[in-house]
């Protein structure tokens, strides 16, 4: 047998559905398949297609389209792809919750760091009339499907697999109507800070046109660019004290009827003051949350003697027939 004969027996390509490759050939579908994922990280899915991704692997544009059919199913083996490098998470020390969380985490940000390639993934494996993106689709849903199961460990029950695939892919497709946005990963800390780590993330985030704004537990930051470059705010300081501090839980929407943005905080229960309170910071459109200044938004108290923030729902809004922002009224129970 030759040696080319045993690696088609052993490569990707062997795989249901599709033909068996030679080494040479596997080569070549690798060579044009990193030149597909630089062209991505450059350009647009506008932008890109297989006669130039084969003239940057410096192959005949017949040569790509033997192994990929259509611009679609290019991009769609570059995210099979890198599902593929997706680590398996099988520790027994860990426990099942934690296998999960991490699979799955792992699986969600496979390109949440490279918006280019995301945005482009995300068109080309939602075209639904192509066989070979169907065919492509159907084995990175067996990729993830190997990886959510094996975090699950062998005793694990069909029913919770199912939910969590349909969770996961659920959100996936969301995340792919626009409904949600990538970021790119920065660093929020500040220079000359010391690193801190938090167990409890709790996160939260709105987006009004490029200006962000992403709370968590105990801390929070603004982005004015859509993500690329962040700012820290620091709660425990951004508004003048009350009761006993900034304690720890935030959240954060934005009302669109209204375009306004509703910041939630929870200070401390102050023995002196005999209260501990929801502070609810309020910015009028987009510039009042870009210019983040405690001058620059109108705060409203709600002492409450529970531990829980409301969530914005439970706020009313009373609109004003004046230009002013509307008035905020609490109306959450604290139970």
């Not at 959510?148 to 792919?176: Q, W, Y």
Request: hydrophobic share 40%; glycine share 6%; with cysteine.
């Amino acid at each position: 047998m030759s040696s080319d004969a045993v690696v088609a027996a052993t490569t990707p390509g062997g795989e249901p559905g599709t033909p068996p490759r030679n080494k040479r050939q596997e080569e070549t579908f690798r060579k044009v398949l990193a030149a597909g994922m630089e062209m991505l990280r450059e350009s647009s899915y506008a932008d890109l297609t297989v006669r130039a991704v084969a003239a940057r692997a410096k192959v005949a544009p017949a040569t790509a389209y033997t192994y990929f059919s259509s611009k679609n199913h290019l991009i769609a083996e570059v995210y099979l792809d890198l599902v593929r490098q997706v680590p398996y998470f099988t520790d027994v020390n860990d426990s099942r919750l934690t296998r999960v969380e991490k699979t799955l985490r792992a699986l969600a940000l496979t390109v949440a760091d490279e918006p280019e390639v995301a945005a482009a993934c995300t068109t080309a494996l939602l075209s639904g009339n192509d066989d070979a993106v169907r065919g492509v689709r159907d084995r990175i849903g067996a990729e993830i499907h190997r990886r959510i199961r094996s975090a699950l460990g062998p005793d694990a029950d069909p029913r919770t697999l199912s939910a969590l695939e349909m969770t996961f892919f659920g959100a996936m497709v969301h995340a792919g109507t626009g409904a949600f946005t990538y970021f790119r990963n920065r660093r929020v800390q500040p220079p000359g800070a010391n690193r801190s780590v938090a167990s409890v993330v709790e996160p939260c985030a709105v987006q009004v046109n490029d200006t962000v704004m992403h709370v968590g537990n105990w801390y929070a930051a603004l982005s004015r660019d859509q993500g690329e470059t962040w700012t820290s705010i620091f709660p425990q300081s951004f508004f003048p004290p009350l009761d006993a501090g900034f304690c720890c839980d935030q959240r954060i929407d934005y009302v669109e009827s209204h375009d306004l943005t509703c910041w939630v905080m929870q200070y401390g229960y102050s023995a002196t003051t005999r209260k501990g309170s929801h502070q609810i910071a309020i910015a009028n459109g987009r510039n009042e949350l870009r210019s983040a200044n405690a001058s620059s938004v109108s705060a409203a108290i709600v002492v409450c003697r529970c531990c829980s923030v409301p969530s914005i729902a439970s706020l009313k809004l009373e609109s004003s027939p004046s230009a002013q922002p509307p008035s905020v009224r609490a109306t959450t129970r604290c139970e």
